[in-house]
Structure formats: C-alpha cells, structure tokens
C-alpha cells in the first residue's frame, strides 16, 4: 500500500529530474534564444556512459557485445563522469549544430533543425554501439551496495534510490542557482542573457559564456540520464526523448528563460504525474500535458515566466 | 594591467579613410582625425549624422566598410568588442543597456574582469584566498559607486534607479573595465541644467583620476564646448569641421550644418 509520503516523495524525485533537463534547456535559452533539441539525446547519453562507468556490459546486439570496463566505480563518481561525457558532447554539438550557424548570422530557428539532427545521429550512434535493447543496471553496483534497498520514513518504506535521486538532483539544481547567482562567470552569464552586445563591450567574452552554457547543459542532462538509468532502467537509447520532451514541457509550464521556473515547474509535473494512480498510469503523459495546455491559457508565460516576456 | 606598455611611435589614437555603408545609406565617408593620449574630444552633428556609428566602429560593435582604426600603435580591425574592451576602449550607450535584471553592484562587478580572479577551484573550495579576492572586487566596485555618487543605491535593483542615476552607472560599469579611453555616447540625454553641470565636474575629475581619454558625443553644445580641448563635427557622414571649441564657433560650415542651410 503506497502511503501518501511515498507517492509525493517519488513526485519530488522525477521532478528533480525534470528540473534539471528544463534547466538545462534554459541556460541555452537565455543566452541564444533557441532551443537545443539534442537535449534528450544527451540525457540517454548520461543514461549509458553512467551504465559502463557503474561495471555495466554491453549486451548482445551491440557492436562490442560482453564489452564493458574491468571494474565498476562508486555509483557517486560515475555519475559525475557520465555527466562531464555528456557536457564534453554537449560542447560537441555546439561547435556542429550551432556556432557555424551563429558564425554565419543565420536565423536562429534553423538551429532547431541542426539540433535535433545531431540528437537523432547522438541516439542512433548509441544504438549502433549499445544495441537496442533495454539495459537493468548492474546489481549492488559499488558504493550503492552498502546501502539498504529501502528506508523506513514516517511509517513509509522509500526506495533509498529514490532519495538518493532526490538529494542529488535538489544538490545540483541548488548549486547552479547559487552559481548563477553569486559567481562572477555566473554573473556573466546572466548579464550574456540580459545583453549580448552590451557584455560584450563590457569585455566578456560572450562565446565562452555560450561553451560554458552547453557544457552545464550537457551535464544536466546526463546527470539526469544516469539518474533515470539507476532508479529505472534504461529503456533503449531513445529513452531520454521523451524526457527531454518533458522537459520542454516543464519549461514552457514554468516560463522561458526562467531558473526558479524550471524548478517549480519541474516538481508541479512530477508530483502530478506521481498522484495518478497506477491503475491510470496509461494516462500520465495526457495529465502533464493537459496541465501544461490548462497553464498556458491561464497563464501564456508560463508559472514564473512574467517578466522575461515582458523585456520582449 | 596594460597601462605599462604605451610606448608605441605614432598617434594615440588615429582613424584614417574610415568609411561604412550600410546597404544604400553611406553612414560614414572618409572620416579621418586623431586623438591625443589625456583629451577630452568631442563628437558633434545634426541627427543620422553618423556619430553613434563611429562610436560602433570604435569600440568594434561594427566593421568598417573600409579605412583603419589604429589604437596605440595596434590595427583594431576584425577585433572583437570584447577584444576592444581588453585593450582598454570602454563605452557607455545613448540609449541606456543596463542589465536591468541585476543589481547595481553586480552591473559593476560583472565589468570587473580587468581583476585577477582566482581559479575555479579556489571557487569551489570556497578558500581563504578566494574570499579575500571576492571582497577585494566588492570593495573596488564600491569605490567606484562612491565616485559616481551611487553607493547608497548599490543593491538596488538597476532597473529601480532614476534616469540620471542610470546613466551614471553606465559609466561606473565602463570605468570597472579599466579603460583608457572612454566613449561616452549623450551621457547628459535627459539631464536637468544642474545635472548636466554636475556632471561636466565629474568627468573632468574622472578623467584625472583614472588617466582617460575622453571622446564625448553630445546634443548639447554647450556643455562640449566647456568640457573638450577639440571637437570634430560629422554632418552627413562627413568630417566638416576640426578644431578648438572657438574655431568650431566660428567656421561658416558648421553653422550651415545645424542652421539648416540649403539642404
């Protein structure tokens, strides 16, 4: 019998999850204006180095099968490899799908289209080298054995997966913030944001800023990949799609642009998700966009997005 | 800091044969004048006359069509803003770019690149060092505010300030970087007589105290004429007219240019 807790702290979990893929969307957003459609591609990025890093090999239909690497690593220090992969791709796609566009002044709509490109070559790569199959991550990987299956919480029982995957998401959501809003380069970003031309001639070198943009991004987004991957699974290599098209969903529902909007937005469309009952489970996905489409007509900018919209 | 290492032949600041269109429209034909290390030069001309243009190639927001820009001995053409800004060109704008979104103080801090900035691991270490560097920016930024009479403001929101307020920040914000020149486009738009005083005293004091050159567009002649050692005016794209504040007055051309003669 799932209590009340239970089904509000698996909401807040992917919530957290959610957050950090819209959030990643957003850094992007605000300092080019465009959406990164590669975004999910890169959380099943996350999802897979994450799954090698943790002592995981490579199944039968992959292009290397019974591959993987000698030893597992610390779930900790996996994820944060698996998320420097992806940051590392991200910064890959950027140079690909998006500077030589911006180089050109190209209308940056187009770089939708690129984008979305480099993310169908990212999955599709994924698939040649992983094969297509699903993927359980290993057993007790290491550093996650110690720990018990599940905790005793206000009478509840909670997969400790589940907190875990809570406090690491609410860990790095927080510490973006407090970077955005308290470091220089942070600062910098949001002043790329506000005004590229002005942070320009004010010394800031506006296409560092925008590397630096993609990196944190790509790392969100694997972050939240191998996140997904240890709680759930990996489900294929287009796994990450359809949270990345949450996301866009998220960020739309808590405003453009806007970093406490992505996180509040995040956790509305977790724990609205979470308290369906699981006899609806079907109809989830119909719930966060019902949410999403009932917003946007009370609300076109979305739970916080005001005044980003207004300086349009 | 690169203040050290002016030793080049040359004028200070030299534009030759600068020209730029855009499309159909010739904003800037063949202007050509130079500027001495410590001036305090200004630009004058009617409307679309092409001063803020120049002040676009200047601090390197736009290419000139053609003709070169030298800036202590170095050719500044393909250079970046952000290049022009690290060599000491610092700019404020006719129509306000503040960050509205940030504080006062952090409009400052954000331009404070000039300032070691310790690694991002002393960052995430939080150190000892890294504190006393964060402390060391707040207090230049500060300093800098009281200059401009700002400091009581500093953690307001910029988009709260008043009008004169705001453009005194844009100048505290171009001063962060460090610069040599400063290009000041209309910094006393929308000023009262007694501000536009004010800030004549202020500039001359600024200039002293942080060894600027001073290029000064603006509408209000006047206030030119008592704040610049030389002015140049543009009519049309064109230089027409170079010299002190008296033979400006007094040159027949000018005088066509804003009289309206014969167009």
Redesign the interface.
């Known amino acids: 019998m799932e209590t009340l807790l239970q089904t509000l702290l698996n909401g807040a979990a992917s919530g957290g999850v959610y957050a950090l893929v819209a959030l990643g969307y957003t850094l992007i957003f605000s300092v080019l204006g465009v959406i990164n459609f590669a975004q999910g591609a890169l959380f099943s990025l996350g999802g897979y180095l994450t799954y090698l890093l943790l002592g995981g090999k490579i199944g039968v239909n992959g292009a290397l099968p019974g591959w993987g690497l000698p030893i597992g690593l610390p779930f900790w220090l996996a994820l944060l490899l698996a998320a420097l992969g992806s940051g590392a791709i991200g910064l890959l796609v950027e140079r690909i799908a998006f500077a030589p566009l911006r180089r050109r002044g190209a209308e940056p709509l187009l770089s939708l289209i690129t984008s979305l490109g480099a993310g169908v070559v990212l999955v599709n790569l994924l698939q040649l080298l992983m094969g297509a199959e699903g993927y359980a991550f290993p057993q007790g990987a290491a550093g996650l054995a110690h720990l018990p299956e599940s905790l005793l919480l206000g009478g509840a029982r909670i997969r400790t997966i589940q907190v875990l995957l809570l406090a690491i998401s609410a860990l790095a959501v927080a510490s973006l913030s407090l970077w955005l809003d308290k470091s220089r380069s942070g600062k910098a970003m949001r002043a790329v944001a506000e005004d590229p031309t002005t942070a320009t001639l004010l010394g800031i070198n506006s296409e560092a800023v925008v590397r630096l943009a993609f990196l944190l991004s790509g790392m969100l987004a694997g972050l939240g990949g191998g996140l997904i991957g240890m709680s759930v699974s990996l489900a294929g290599p287009y796994f990450g799609i359809s949270y990345g098209l949450k996301g866009l969903a998220v960020l739309v529902l808590g405003g453009l642009g806007s970093v406490p909007g992505a996180i509040v937005g995040g956790l509305v469309m977790g724990l609205a998700e979470a308290l369906i009952p699981s006899q609806a489970s079907g109809w989830r996905d119909a719930l966060a966009f019902a949410i999403l489409f009932a917003v946007l007509v009370l609300r076109p900018s979305g739970l916080l997005g005001r005044r980003q919209l207004e300086k349009v | 800091m690169s203040s050290s290492t002016k030793t080049e032949a040359g004028p200070w600041l030299e534009l030759r044969q600068i020209s730029r269109q855009f499309g159909g429209l010739q904003a800037l034909s063949e202007v050509s004048f130079q500027v001495e290390e410590g001036e305090i030069f200004g630009l004058i001309g009617p409307n679309g006359a092409g001063k803020t243009t120049l002040f676009n190639l200047l ?3 736009t290419p000139a069509s053609s003709g070169t820009i030298h800036w202590r001995g170095q050719a500044m053409q393909g250079l ?3 290049r ?3 060599l000491g060109i ?2 404020t ?1 006719q129509n306000l ?1 503040l ?4 504080s006062v103080l ?1 409009n400052v ?6 300032q070691p ?1 310790g690694s991002g691991l002393d ?1 995430l270490l939080n150190s000892s060092r890294f504190q006393r560097r964060q402390s060391e ?1 707040r207090q230049r930024a500060m300093q800098l505010l009281e200059e401009l009479g700002l400091a009581d403001q500093a953690h307001r929101q910029a988009s709260g300030l008043a009008y004169g307020d705001r453009r005194r920040l844009e100048i505290a ?2 001063l ?2 460090a610069p040599a020149l400063l290009l000041l486009d209309e910094p006393a738009a929308g000023m009262n007589p007694r501000e536009k005083e004010q800030l004549c005293e202020l500039l001359a004091v600024l200039r002293q105290r942080h060894q600027l050159t001073l290029v000064v567009i603006e509408h209000h002649v006047p206030l030119l004429i008592q704040l610049c050692q030389r002015l140049a005016v543009l009519d049309f794209g064109r230089l027409i007219a170079l010299g002190t504040p008296e033979q400006i007055q007094r040159d027949p051309r000018v005088i066509e240019a804003y009289l309206g003669g014969s167009r």
């Open positions: 601090s390197g927001v970046s803003p952000d022009h800004n690290r610092a700019r704008f770019r960050f509205t979104g940030l952090d801090l954000v331009a404070l690149h000039r900035q960052a920016l914000r171009a962060a970087t």
